[in-house]
């Protein structure tokens, strides 16, 4: 098994990776001590049984990934990955760099029936006939040197993808769905996907609250403990939990007396730069205009559902997904379903290749143009 440790080594690999029609790729890599993931590992192969397969050691001194960067410029090899969001997202903030064209084998499943966010070793085992060794899924990829049991692990992630990869490619051919998958990886190649703003931060809490005031002191707190992380690079849960923010945002804290009597404040957070962070976040809150409070995100909640029509969309969905072999959570989640029985129509459910399997009917289902009928075993749609 070859493990690339210089960029000399890196680029050989990727000039011969030039001319063949896609690379299948993979990456190892930690999370949990930083907000960043920290790049362990990169696993490269060649189509072909006998089509070369590396590791690349980001972590080998003196190593530059560019020459990679530059293969995923090229617009004439493919680049294969399975699930491949958190990959990319890597890339993204290392090197300001998407591959071009993209496949994700775990997007196409869904498109080709497979499920729902189906496994990789799901599809090794029904696509490439084989087992995987599971043993170094828990591993620490940072320390050095890899054994030969990670090595095979990590290689495998990306010879067996070959084998999914031109299956799936030629069953988005057979059935004309191609286009679906571009549509769904659009959102994969999007910087947005990855960039998270302090600012925004405040929009992941799940709170109850429609209070703007509460929601005011989230939202400067939210800003202050997401930019104190990415500039320390260190979970976010680090600097505190978002039980203790929402707390925090309740008491609103006015000097480091108050702050001690909070119950889910870490004991670090107390004092210091966090401690003082928090006290100018509630501060700033609350000498705002209630004209700058920010807006509740929309809710399903308060919608007036109609549930009969929303129990009839169900039905539409899964006669739909059953018809196509499309995985139902692809195409519209419990919650769309709900916003179209109640009215609503910016939901992605009613746009693209979507609309085309789902939208359309569904649409014409609220407008009373449509029924279903039970047909055996089927539900078929009925223009009335």
């Not at 084989?130 to 095979?152: G, H, I, M, V, Y």
């Not at 000097?255 to 006290?279: H, P, Q, T, Y």
Request: glycine share 6%.
């Amino acid at each position: 098994m070859k493990t690339l440790t210089t960029t000399q080594a890196l680029a050989a690999f990727c000039k011969a990776a030039e001319t063949v029609p896609y690379v299948t790729i993979d990456t190892e890599f930690l999370r949990e001590r930083t907000y960043y993931a920290k790049l362990c590992l990169v696993q490269l192969a060649l189509p072909g049984d006998d089509g070369e397969a590396v590791l690349v050691d980001p972590l080998a001194e003196g190593l530059s990934l560019e020459p990679l960067y530059e293969l995923f410029r090229n617009e004439n090899v493919v680049k294969v990955f399975h699930a491949a969001r958190q990959d990319l997202e890597i890339f993204f903030v290392e090197g300001n760099v998407f591959p071009e064209p993209l496949f994700d084998t775990q997007v196409a499943a869904m498109v080709c029936g497979f499920g729902e966010q189906v496994g990789y070793e799901t599809l090794v085992r029904k696509i490439a006939k084989a087992n995987l060794d599971k043993t170094s899924r828990f591993t620490d990829w940072s320390r050095r040197p890899l054994t030969e049991a990670q090595k095979t692990y990590a290689l495998a992630d990306v010879t067996h993808l070959r084998v999914i990869y031109e299956f799936l490619a030629a069953e988005l051919d057979r059935t004309g769905r191609a286009a679906w998958l571009r549509e769904e990886l659009g959102v994969l190649t999007a910087p947005e996907t990855y960039t998270v703003h302090p600012s925004e931060a405040w929009k992941r809490l799940k709170t109850r609250t429609n209070s703007g005031k509460f929601l005011a002191v989230a939202r400067e707190l939210a800003r202050f403990r997401e930019g104190y992380a990415q500039a320390r690079n260190i979970p976010r849960n680090r600097v505190f939990k978002d039980e203790a923010l929402l707390e925090l945002a309740s008491t609103r804290p006015q000097n480091i007396e108050d702050l001690s009597r909070s119950r889910l404040l870490l004991r670090e957070a107390r004092r210091g730069e966090i401690a003082e962070g928090v006290i100018a976040a509630v501060q700033a809150a609350q000498a705002m205009d209630p004209e700058d409070y920010p807006k509740p995100p929309k809710s399903n909640d308060k919608l007036q559902v109609n549930p009969a029509l929303a129990d009839l969309l169900r039905v539409l969905l899964k006669a739909k997904c059953e018809e196509t072999g499309v995985a139902q959570k692809l195409i519209a989640s419990s919650g769309d379903l709900d916003a179209i029985a109640a009215g609503r129509r910016d939901v992605a459910a009613l746009r693209g290749w979507r609309k085309e399997v789902f939208g359309d009917d569904a649409l014409r289902l609220c407008a009373g143009e449509i029924a279903l009928a039970a047909r055996g075993n089927t539900v078929e749609v009925v223009t009335l």
